[in-house]
Nanobody, 115 residues
């Protein structure tokens, strides 16, 4: 079992920045890919970014150049640094991992971009 706990969401003005954190209950980064997803009201959940156990990153086209995913193995934490935020980035952001056949999700953190 793995618990994932997100934090760092909030209200930010357009053009602002936020850093989201996802803390895992145990060290899983060496064996699994970590990912951030988001879901806006009335829209399907979409992948924002992912980082493999080897450190390879992947980004959605809509956030590339504005978002950076990283991890701190010592803290069992994955981060999502988001810059130049836009109103369309407003969503609930959740972290995710898959270990074997099991998929784990955090509870999500709300990001609202509005003036």
């Amino acid at each position: 079992q793995v618990q994932l706990v997100e934090s760092g969401g909030g209200l930010v003005q357009p053009g602002g920045s936020l850093r989201l954190s996802c803390a895992a209950s145990r060290n899983i980064f060496s064996i699994s890919t970590m990912a951030w997803y988001r879901q806006a009201p009335g829209k399907q959940r979409e992948l924002v970014a992912s980082i493999t156990s080897g450190g390879t990153t992947n980004y959605a086209a809509s956030v590339k150049g504005r978002v950076t995913i990283s991890r701190d193995n010592a803290k069992n934490t994955v981060y999502l640094q988001m810059n130049s935020l836009k109103p369309e980035d407003t969503a609930i952001y959740s972290c995710n991992t898959r270990i074997g056949i099991n998929v784990y999700w955090g509870q999500g953190t709300q990001v609202t971009v509005s003036s």
